[in-house]
């Protein structure tokens, strides 16, 4: 199993930045690519990122691109997504995700394992 925990969220204004970690622990090795999801207020989980598991190549939104930057340590075995230029859109609960085979990047059923969130809320 596999078990994924997020930190790195919280409360900034428009403009400011934030890094989010997702630190992978568990009793099984997840040679996984690592994705970020989000979900805000009555709306569905949008993807935002995704990761290799080499880290050799990157997926974004494009509401994100070029203010978000995805990336990873294998050996500390962590994820982090650094969010830039943060605009009050970007306020919702962030996820992260793992998978062993990611064929569709922004299908929420591609991924095996889920964390259970943090928040990000940005003020105008």
């Known amino acids: 199993q596999v078990q994924l925990v997020e930190s790195g969220g919280g409360s900034v204004q428009a403009g400011g930045s934030l890094r989010l970690s997702c630190a992978t622990a568990g009793s099984t090795s997840c040679n996984c690519a690592i994705g970020w999801f989000r979900q805000a207020p009555g709306k569905e989980h949008e993807f935002v990122s995704l990761?290799?598991?080499?880290?050799?190549?990157?997926w974004y939104h494009d509401s994100v691109k070029g203010r978000f930057t995805i990336s990873r340590d294998n050996a500390n075995n962590t994820a982090y997504l650094q969010m830039n230029g943060l605009k009050p859109e970007d306020t919702a609960v962030y996820y992260c995700?793992?998978?062993?085979?990611?064929?569709?990047?922004?299908?929420?059923?591609?991924?095996?394992?889920w964390g259970q969130g943090t928040q990000v809320t940005v003020s105008s």
């Open positions: 995700a793992a998978g062993w085979y990611v064929n569709v990047v922004a299908r929420r059923r591609s991924y095996d394992y």
């Open positions: 990761i290799s598991w080499k880290g050799d190549r990157t």
